[in-house]
């Protein structure tokens, strides 16, 4: 509740219109996401393959590199 409350408006807006997506191992976590929803009143999904998903967009970003050079630190 206390990263929602210091969201932007306009990020807010977009997660009360489209919801939260929860990925990776955690998402699998005991009905994780009917607590939040609960807690929130927001719609919350889980990710296909949310096992497999982060290492998916990683390597779609680095498919994109020159494209997202602007948004990725590669140097770190």
Do not use: W
Not at 11 to 20: A, F, K, S, T, W
Not at 32 to 39: I, N, T, V, W, Y
Request: charge should be negative.
């Amino acid at each position: 509740m206390t990263a929602l409350e210091a969201t932007t408006p306009d990020l807010e807006d977009d997660i009360v219109y489209r919801g939260v997506m929860l990925t990776g191992g955690g998402a699998l976590l005991g009905e994780l996401d009917l607590a939040l929803r609960e807690q929130t009143g927001l719609a919350i999904s889980v990710a296909d393959e949310s096992l497999n998903c982060v290492a998916m967009g990683t390597g779609k970003a680095l498919e994109y590199e020159k494209q997202l050079r602007h948004v990725i630190d590669f140097d770190s």
